[in-house]
């Protein structure tokens, strides 16, 4: 697998016949396009996001191409935990058992803004709003087992390691590009907790960088952001923190390492690992760092009021 492998390469050949999908952020782009193969492999999808209309449309699109896909929808905003934890509740009222969970919903570069409990948006919708998608699921992906979890970071995690002091932005200067970078290392970070804890009941947990891709996760870009971009990027390349700014790839080449973490048989009892490029990638060491992970497990917990064993 490389750079220009896509979800076609990927699925074929996998039977997820009698498997149940869960992909957050489906209505478009990576995800719409993850729940299309995971839904041509035989997985009964339920797709994710913020509106039925669009949900409705996405189902539309892909059995446009899939005419006997199995699929259905569950609206509810990442950004707002009221409806999260109503999201996941609904979906465990008529799954007991879910095989794969893709957590690819996300924003990007946002102007400083909140969610509807108080965070600041990146860091609230990209990790807070699966962290508690996530742990309200896991009754059921326990009973899927063996049970994959995906979370969708980026190479942009070498932006930013937590900001331990103040995640939030409460005191500091907003800085979007650093706002998101935090977010994608939390989405590692989370994966490696996950990992740690779920491992031994046969659910595994895998991060994943899908590449740059063009698509409505950029909707917030403006205007010399993309050189700001390159000139970060550079400065986190002369750190040691990552490369510079990668070729952009197509959605299909773009949701494939995600399809990969879902499905491959090569990733059976692996977990707590960054993918890039359907292989094996190279996080900054703060991603990966398990203290860390524990340190966000118990911040996060305490940001969202609520306990999880995972």
Request: hydrophobic share 40%; with cysteine.
């Amino acid at each position: 697998m490389a750079f220009d492998t896509t979800t076609s390469d990927v699925i074929a050949g996998v039977d997820l016949s009698g498997a149940v999908a869960v992909v957050t952020g489906a209505t478009t782009g990576l995800g719409q396009e993850t729940a299309r193969a995971l839904a041509s492999a035989g997985a009964h999808v339920v797709l994710c996001g913020r509106s039925a209309d669009k949900c409705e449309a996405a189902i539309e699109a892909i059995r446009a191409a899939h005419p006997n896909a199995s699929l259905e929808f569950e609206p509810f905003d990442l950004s707002d935990l009221t409806t999260v934890r109503a999201g996941a509740d609904a979906i465990l009222a008529r799954h007991d058992a879910i095989s794969i969970l893709v957590n690819n919903a996300g924003v990007m570069f946002t102007p400083e803004g909140r969610t509807a409990d108080g965070f600041e948006t990146q860091f609230g919708t990209n990790h807070l709003g699966h962290f508690v998608f996530t742990n309200r699921l896991l009754p059921a992906l326990r009973a899927g087992a063996p049970s994959r979890i995906v979370n969708l970071s980026s190479a942009g995690h070498g932006f930013s390691d937590i900001l331990w002091d103040d995640p939030n932005y409460e005191t500091r200067p907003y800085d979007k590009f650093e706002a998101y970078g935090q977010s994608k290392t939390a989405n590692v970070l989370f994966t490696v907790a996950l990992d740690r804890r779920l491992a031994d009941a046969g659910v595994r947990s895998n991060a994943v960088h899908p590449g740059m891709i063009m698509t409505d996760l950029a909707r917030h870009m403006g205007e010399g952001d993309m050189e700001e971009l390159g000139a970060r990027a550079a400065d986190r390349e002369a750190a040691g923190n990552g490369g510079g700014l990668p070729e952009f790839k197509t959605i299909e080449q773009g949701a494939a390492t995600s399809v990969l973490a879902a499905v491959a048989p090569s990733l059976e009892g692996i977990g707590g690992r960054y993918l890039d490029n359907a292989d094996f990638g190279e996080p900054a060491d703060y991603a990966v760092d398990v203290d860390s992970a524990e340190r966000l497990w118990s911040l996060s917990e305490s940001l969202v009021g609520e306990s999880f064993s995972g």
